[in-house]
């Protein structure tokens, strides 16, 4: 069967994505022309704190663990069709208008490594349920074919920072700082590598939380005033994942809050010199990684909530001695390019293209990514 014809008039897509920070729903009304993506309005749904716990938990096997995961699923379909709502009234529009939604959903285990055959990865949301709710088609289940095809089933934004970031004459370094951190290498003969380096936020918004309770330390300032434990530091820093060689992906399964008190247990500091080591740890294993797969690297931009940890970035900037810039210089704000890349990829998935870079997420050719629900 042959693809359909690509239309040339602009369609709207929506882009929700939940990362593994847990904060919330980031919503975009995404317009999309041929390659020119353009997005249109925003909206963030913050998650309660009793869903960010029961979410939490589902990261570790229980009893019961289906009926919960099943039941959560149902009430973030409901989160995200009031994301949904939200952004169509913010921007004036309506559910017609909306060719697709596309919907990331919540990650809570992602097992690319298990020996073949058992390899997966699960993001939750009822998407059934959405379409229901909404009306509107939804592109869900990005990651799974990616991950049947051998691949990590992550990252995927790499495809759409190619797309809309990438320059004929620079060497530009995305770097995504969410709950884990990832990189894309885009380089000027139109290579592309890609990966997650590590923990982006997510350590040090735990404990943040634990120790001062703020969701997150704003621009890392409580972070910053503690002092650098270097045996702690060395201690995270031997973590097999770190040195393992790419295409590799991770989440929270590996870097968690059990994950954290094992190496606690044996360097144990004051929570603010934690603080800052955590910091450090998140600035070091970005600078490393550019260090060893983007080399020649000439310009780093920066997206996703860690672009607001100002100590973040001057570290970071300070490692790896380039100047970094949001992404909002190259036209799509720091604080929503995943949510426009999950828009992007809705549309790859209704045009039947392919959403995967095989070179990044080391799958065995290109595949479209993701499952549809009519509307
Ligand atoms: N002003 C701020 N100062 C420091 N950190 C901030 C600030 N605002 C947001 N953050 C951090 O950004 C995080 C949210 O980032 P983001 O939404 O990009 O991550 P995510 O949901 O894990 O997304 P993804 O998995 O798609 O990368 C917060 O949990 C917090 O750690
Ligand atoms: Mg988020």
């Not at 990189?183 to 982006?200: E, H, I, M, R, Y």
Request: hydrophobic share 40%; aromatic share 6%; charged share 15%.
């Amino acid at each position: 069967m042959n693809p359909p014809a690509l239309p040339t008039s602009p369609r709207l897509f929506i882009g929700l994505m939940s990362g593994t920070s847990l904060d919330g729903v980031d919503a975009v009304v995404v317009s999309q022309q041929g390659e020119l993506v353009r997005q249109q309005g925003q909206y963030f749904v913050p998650y309660p704190a009793d869903l960010k716990q029961s979410l939490l938990d589902l990261h570790t096997p229980a009893q019961h663990e289906l009926h919960q995961a099943a039941v959560i699923a149902n009430r973030l379909a409901d989160l995200y069709a009031q994301a949904v709502n939200g952004i169509l009234s913010a921007s004036n529009l309506t559910a017609g208008e909306i060719t697709a939604i596309g919907c990331h959903g919540q990650t809570v285990r992602h097992c690319p490594d298990l020996t073949a055959g058992q390899a997966y990865t699960l993001q939750l949301g009822n998407h059934a349920r959405l379409a229901e709710l909404t009306g509107i088609t939804v592109v869900g289940d990005f990651r799974s074919r990616d991950i049947a095809a051998g691949g990590q089933g992550a990252p995927l934004v790499p495809a759409f920072h190619q797309a809309v970031f990438a320059a004929p004459d620079k060497h530009r370094v995305i770097v995504n700082i969410g709950g884990i951190a990832n990189l894309s290498d885009l380089q000027v003969n139109g290579k592309v590598t890609g990966f997650d380096s590590g923990p982006g936020n997510l350590l040090m918004d735990a404990w943040t939380l634990q120790h001062t309770g703020n969701s997150y330390d704003a621009s890392g300032a409580w972070a910053v005033r503690g002092e650098l434990n270097p045996s702690l530091l060395q201690s995270l820093l031997s973590d097999p994942y770190f040195a393992q060689s790419i295409p590799k992906s991770t989440g929270r399964d590996l870097f968690n809050q059990k994950w954290l008190e094992q190496h606690l247990a044996m360097h144990s500091d004051t929570p603010q010199n934690i603080a800052r080591t955590l910091l450090e740890l998140t600035a070091v294993t970005i600078a490393q990684a550019l260090q060893q797969y983007c080399p020649g690297a000439e310009e780093v931009y920066v997206c996703g909530g860690g672009a607001h940890n100002l100590a973040l970035i001057d570290r970071l900037q300070a490692l790896c001695g380039l100047s970094i810039q949001r992404t909002d210089v190259l036209g799509v704000d720091a604080d929503w390019v995943e949510a426009v890349a999950f828009a992007w990829l809705a549309q790859r998935c209704i045009d039947h293209l392919p959403g995967n870079l095989p070179a990044v997420t080391g799958a065995a050719g290109p595949r479209i990514l993701g499952a549809i629900y009519p509307g």
